[in-house]
Each structure stands twice: as structure tokens, then as C-alpha cells.
């Protein structure tokens, strides 16, 4: 008999593509069907066959305080009951864009809008009308979302399933768009000696989290920050995954790069379609109204969603908050390397704030082509012995892993007593 997990799925498939209403949720990569939620609580999720899991995809990011955290959820009924939209500014889009100002100083304005896609979007075009140039640079690996000029050679589910460069994006498009090897320096300076006036920005993951976990090598973030002054590029730090999470202030407070502009998302809808982009005034005012560089949402800082938003980033602030989920994770990591040690298979593992990093190689990556040497197959088999034990990771072994605050000592050793089992198959 098929659960209802299978018959769901069978049932998705009928009325959308692959089932599903984004690629990486479709188990593609590593096989099998995927788990229709009903109901998340905490560090905890249920599937359709009542099944529960201990969550580390955390909806890709956004709960760092856990599923349905009381605060948030009331913030969201009160927001509910008083309008779903306006299509009209309100004092709670204020009071977020006053808050995530004051948390990350960087960005001396800030627009709303619905998601990471959107930000970066509009970063990216904010670049080219404040510069009047039309190359980007982005890194192999590094995932910002779907907009064409940032689909080349991309991670996430475009690096999961084959197509890292997306079919349908204009060549013409993708040729605006350079290319080059995370964490490499000198590649980075030899385009820049050659090309930099025609450079409208760099756009970075400063810690990536799209092609698993892979931290910038010392020095890389400086550099990239010293040639963009030099030639009046504009760095942009897509804080998507990053932000509120590496760090309060985000992985531009943890590294100390100060960026001409900067992406969000997750977090700051905390469960909600929110994203942000905001950096230097100047570059900010070229926005519409104010400048000629268009960009708009019916539902951008939309009511309900700026309400979880601002619930959760007051919890991310509360003293000890960023230290007690960043030694969980430690815990966490730390934990899966030793079990790991102890079966004899060739593992590592690695966090930073509350994300973390699972290879199946003898070291953390440091380059996309190291991420390419992780044994698939192996995290594959892992993915489905962890699932059994019900315990939920990314489906796919280029995505990193997010802790929330309600994960504690029961989760992390019931995680570690799962994967004991696990790493033996
Ligand atoms: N950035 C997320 C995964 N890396 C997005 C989730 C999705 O693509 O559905």
C-alpha cells in the first residue's frame, strides 16, 4: 500500500511540473519521494504519514527561531486580523527597515520587497544604472536566486539537477555575466587589471550556502572589497542565507567588509515572503521615486509578512541568543565528525553561526572544483539512512544546513545516535 506521501506525490505531479513549486524540494538528487508537510513545531516537522522529523532545512533558512514560535505566530494573527494588504505603506514596514538599518549599518537605506530573487534583482540593476556599466561578476557555485543574468553557472538546485547555466536565458544576457572560481584571488585582480571600468559589480555569497557550505578563504572578501574601490564597482553581499544567522549583523560583521550594497531574505520574513536590498545612500537613491532605476511589488512590504519579520528579528536579538544556537551547531558538527570518525568513513563538518557544511571528503572544500570531489553517492545513501531515523537534511548534498534556537541537547544527540547508524550503511 503507498503512503500518503506517494499518493500526494503521484497526485502533485498531475497539475505541476515534477510535482513540486521549486526544483529542490523534489528529492530528485537523491531518489525517492519527497515529504509532504502538515504541520512544523519547533526544531520538529510532521509528515503527511505522521511521521516526525528533526528539522536542519529550516524552510531553506528563514526559522532560525524554530517552527511556529508563539511570538512570531501571534505577530501574524494580530497582523491578519487588522489587513492582509494594502498596497500602501504602513508603520511596521517602517519599523523593519529601522531595525535591520540599525542591525546591519551598511545599509543606510533599505527597500522591501518579497524575496532573495527580487533582491538581488534589483541589486544587480541598482549596480549597472549607478555605474552606466553592464558586466557583472559572480562565482561558480554561488546560487542568487533566479533572475537570468545571475542563472550562469549557478548552485542550489540549478547545480543539484545538471543545469547551472539555465536554459532560456538569452546569450546575450549570460555574456554580461563573468564567471570566476570562489576563493580565487589572483583571478579575481588579473579581470580587474584588464577590465575593471566595465565591471558594474561583484555579487558574493560571503560564506556560500549554495553549493554546500564553503567559507571565504582569509583574505578573499578583503581583496574583492579593495578592487571594487579601486575601479568604483560596487560589491554586492548577497545575505540571503548569511544574514541574522553568521552573525547578528550578518557575515559582513563577522568578516568586517563593509559592502556598497546588500541582499537579505530568510530570516527577515521569518517564515514570510520578505526580502530587503539596501547599502549606500547614494547608490539607493537611485530607486524609484527617487532615481530612475524602476523597481516595484503589489505585496512588497506586505502587513502579515513584515509582522513575522519583525517578531523574529526581535528574538535574534535577545542577549546570548547568536552564542547558544552557534555552540548547538558546534555541537552539532563537531558530534557528526566524531561518529563519523568512529565508523572509519572519510567525513567532515563545519559551521559557522547556525549553518553548517557536510562533506563526505577528508576536508571542507574550499573551491566549487573541492565540492565536486565530495562522494554524492555517499551523502545520497546518508540522506536516506537519517530520513528512516527521522531526521530531515537538505535533499541534496550542495545545500548547506540550518540549526534553530529550539534545536537543543535532546535533538543533537538524537541526531548523532541516528547517524551512528547511518554513517554504517
Ligand atoms: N536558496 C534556497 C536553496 N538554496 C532556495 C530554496 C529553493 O530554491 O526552493
Not at 503527511?48 to 522529523?53: N, P
Request: glycine letters at 10%; one cysteine or more.
Amino acid at each position: 500500500m503507498s503512503s500518503r506521501n506517494e499518493t500526494l506525490f503521484a497526485r502533485a505531479q498531475q497539475s505541476i511540473p515534477g510535482g513540486v513549486n521549486s526544483p529542490v524540494r523534489a528529492f530528485r538528487a537523491v531518489g525517492g519521494t519527497p515529504c509532504f508537510f502538515e504541520r512544523a513545531e519547533g526544531a520538529y516537522l510532521w509528515d503527511a504519514d505522521r511521521r516526525r522529523y528533526i528539522d536542519y532545512v529550516g524552510s531553506w533558512g528563514p526559522m532560525i527561531v524554530g517552527h511556529t514560535h508563539p511570538a512570531v505566530v501571534k505577530a501574524v494573527q494580530d497582523a491578519a486580523g487588522r489587513a492582509l494588504s494594502f498596497g500602501a505603506p504602513t508603520e511596521a514596514e517602517v519599523e523593519l527597515a529601522e531595525l535591520v538599518r540599525r542591525l546591519v549599518p551598511s545599509l543606510e537605506l533599505v527597500r522591501l520587497v518579497s524575496s532573495g530573487t527580487e533582491a538581488t534583482m534589483t541589486a544587480i540593476r541598482l549596480a549597472r544604472g549607478f555605474t552606466g556599466r553592464s558586466a557583472i561578476v559572480k562565482f561558480e557555485g554561488c546560487y542568487h536566486g533566479h533572475a537570468d543574468s545571475l542563472l550562469v553557472k549557478a548552485g542550489s538546485g540549478a547545480l543539484t539537477f545538471g543545469n547551472p547555466s539555465s536554459a532560456g536565458v538569452p546569450a546575450q544576457t549570460a555574456a554580461q555575466t563573468i564567471v570566476l572560481d570562489y576563493n580565487n584571488i589572483d583571478q579575481v585582480r588579473k579581470l580587474f587589471a584588464t577590465r575593471g571600468a566595465q565591471i558594474a559589480a561583484v555579487i558574493v555569497e560571503p560564506v556560500v550556502g549554495n553549493m554546500n557550505l564553503v567559507l571565504p578563504a582569509p583574505g578573499f572578501l578583503e581583496s574583492l572589497r579593495e578592487e571594487c574601490t579601486r575601479h568604483g564597482t560596487v560589491l554586492i553581499l548577497d545575505e540571503v542565507m548569511t544574514g541574522f544567522r553568521v552573525a547578528l549583523g550578518g557575515a559582513q560583521a563577522h568578516y568586517r567588509i563593509r559592502p556598497d550594497l546588500t541582499t537579505l531574505g530568510k530570516v527577515i520574513g521569518g517564515g514570510m515572503p520578505v526580502g530587503a536590498v539596501g547599502g549606500r545612500r547614494e547608490i539607493m537613491e537611485e530607486l524609484a521615486p527617487l532615481g530612475p532605476v524602476y523597481q516595484a511589488g503589489t505585496l512588497s512590504g506586505n502587513p502579515v509578512a513584515v509582522a513575522a519579520g519583525l517578531a523574529t528579528l526581535k528574538l535574534v536579538q535577545a542577549p546570548d541568543f547568536q552564542a547558544r544556537i552557534e555552540a548547538t551547531t558546534k555541537q552539532l558538527v563537531e558530534g557528526l565528525a566524531a561518529e563519523a570518525r568512529q565508523a572509519g568513513v572519510a567525513f567532515c563538518a563545519q559551521s559557522i553561526g547556525s549553518m553548517f557544511g557536510l562533506y563526505f571528503r577528508a576536508a571542507p572544500p574550499a573551491s566549487f572544483a573541492e565540492v565536486m570531489e565530495c562522494d554524492r553517492e555517499r551523502f545520497n545513501r546518508f540522506f536516506h539512512a537519517m530520513l528512516k531515523k527521522g531526521v530531515y537534511l537538505a535533499p541534496s548534498a550542495y545545500e548547506a544546513g540550518f540549526v534553530s534556537a529550539a534545536h537543543g541537547k535532546t535533538e543533537i544527540d538524537a541526531t548523532l545516535a541516528a547517524a551512528r547508524e547511518a554513517f554504517k550503511e
